[in-house]
């Protein structure tokens, strides 16, 4: 009976033991689930040109919810809900009862477009959520900057190509319905040159760190020179103001640092010999976009017809400054407004600082500001030793990226474009995040004390 009850018990624990191996297991491959479906759903929605078509915006939505149902199964799995504060959740918060107040109390022109663009918001929160609770270590960020790297000279190497043997089609297949100023898989090229902002910084940080060697930074410095290339032959002179101000914001951070002078020079150097290289290839057209601001070519808005649309859009704030005309109404609400005659149909107000305060009012471009306040000021507290520490370069990479984006605003709507805004989002969330952490060093096992040995007793003083 008593071996009976022991092999029972032995066996319980043994089951109770392979269901826990089992609960592990599922865990961490949940766990590389929602990291690595978060980071390829921001790699999807350029190649699905851009997630602006109803089926690839449902893609975008439904994949951020579903990635985070996949963390809330392994919170449960782990009996456990720990989350990790990011310093950027509270303005996000703010604006997000900001919206809902435009819905509950019907202050927005259009609740139905209000309603979708407040569900694509909750996406890019989604996934800056994300993000945040499951980029934890260094390791996964190299690995990320690597698999960044590999994906932008890929995305930049196709436009490459189209460029050369163009045929009016995205991807030589897709025919746009609208039109446009096809570069890569973009219809408009400003917003490919968006997704080049956030993405060259990578590869060029790589390049300057003590991370790598030799080899892989000439490799990282090739992938942003096709990269930074590719702006200038998209056309976008909102996208090479932008770059320009990225490449000064890197050699101020060098200079302030007293890094190395001569880094901060060949990074100038090497703008100077691309410019000068990229006006020879370009030709004629790339000298005379570069140098024009009021012409219209390739069925683009003109310079002066967007500071039109600019002085309307000031004219949608005055008649509602409180809190707008609801989140994603602009079309909507801007013909009442609109000043000039035109054949294009005006859906967005090319200047996105303006288009928020127009929609949200002067609470929702306070909250913005108070996004951006709380942004730089923790990603300058963590590029310090940004040559050598893994963190403090991921953090430079995505500051130089959203700085890039938040320039080329002021002339583009690059930020309602969903593939670039849930970048841009994600990116701000990882810079202002806690530093990451360092793989933990396995400590030594402490070998057991030898077994003291015990004083034999004679047989005849035993009782």
Not at 367 to 384: E, H, N
């Amino acid at each position: 009976m008593h071996t009976h009850r022991h092999s029972h018990r032995e066996s319980s624990l043994h089951r109770e033991k392979r269901a826990e191996e089992k609960r592990q297991t599922l865990s961490a491959n949940l766990s590389k689930a929602v990291f690595f479906g978060t980071f390829g759903l921001l790699m999807f929605g350029p190649a699905a040109f851009g997630a602006v078509e109803p089926w690839s915006i449902f893609c975008v939505e439904a994949g951020a919810l579903l990635l985070t149902l996949c963390w809330f199964a392994k919170q449960w799995l782990d009996n456990e809900l720990e989350v990790r504060s990011n310093p950027l959740f509270p303005p996000m918060g703010v604006f997000a009862a900001l919206v809902a107040v435009q819905l509950v109390f019907r202050g927005s022109a259009y609740p139905h477009d209000t309603w979708s663009q407040a569900l694509l918001y909750c996406a890019y929160a989604m996934l800056c959520f994300l993000s945040s609770q499951t980029l934890l270590r260094t390791a996964q960020a190299r690995q990320l900057a690597w698999m960044f790297c590999v994906y932008g000279f890929i995305v930049a190497a196709l436009a490459l190509l189209q460029g050369i043997a163009p045929n009016g089609k995205l991807y030589w297949v897709r025919e746009p319905r609208l039109g446009g100023w096809i570069y890569g898989s973009y219809v408009n090229h400003n917003h490919y040159a968006g997704l080049m902002e956030l993405l060259v910084p990578i590869p060029l940080v790589l390049a300057l760190t003590r991370l790598a060697d030799r080899k892989e930074r000439i490799v990282a410095a090739m992938a942003a020179a096709i990269m930074v290339g590719t702006i200038f032959l998209s056309g976008s002179r909102g996208g090479i103001l932008a770059i320009f101000f990225e490449m000064v914001l890197l050699g101020v951070v060098l200079l302030r640092q007293k890094k190395t002078t001569r880094i901060a020079v060949g990074v100038g150097g090497f703008a100077v010999v691309l410019i000068g290289l990229l006006v020879w290839l370009g030709g004629k057209e790339l000298t005379t976009r570069l140098t024009s601001i009021s012409t219209e070519a390739h069925s683009e808005i003109s310079g002066g017809t967007r500071l039109s649309i600019d002085r309307d859009t000031l004219h949608m704030f005055r008649q509602r400054p409180l809190l707008g005309w609801g989140l994603g109404t602009f079309p909507v609400v801007y013909p009442q407004f609109r000043t000039f005659y035109t054949n294009f149909f005006v859906n967005q107000a090319h200047n996105d600082y303006l288009q928020l305060l127009a929609e949200t009012g002067v609470l929702g471009f306070a909250t913005m500001v108070w996004f951006v306040i709380v942004l730089y000021r923790k990603a300058l507290s963590k590029i310090g030793n940004w040559m050598s520490d893994v963190g403090g370069a991921v953090t430079l990479a995505c500051m130089l990226g959203f700085s890039g984006i938040l320039v080329h605003s002021f002339f583009d709507f690059n930020l309602e474009i969903p593939a670039n805004a849930a970048l841009f989002y994600v990116m701000c969330t990882v810079a202002a995040a806690p530093p990451l952490r360092h793989r933990s060093q396995k400590r030594k096992p402490t070998p057991a004390p030898a077994p003291q040995e015990q004083p034999v007793i004679p047989a005849t003083e035993v009782v």
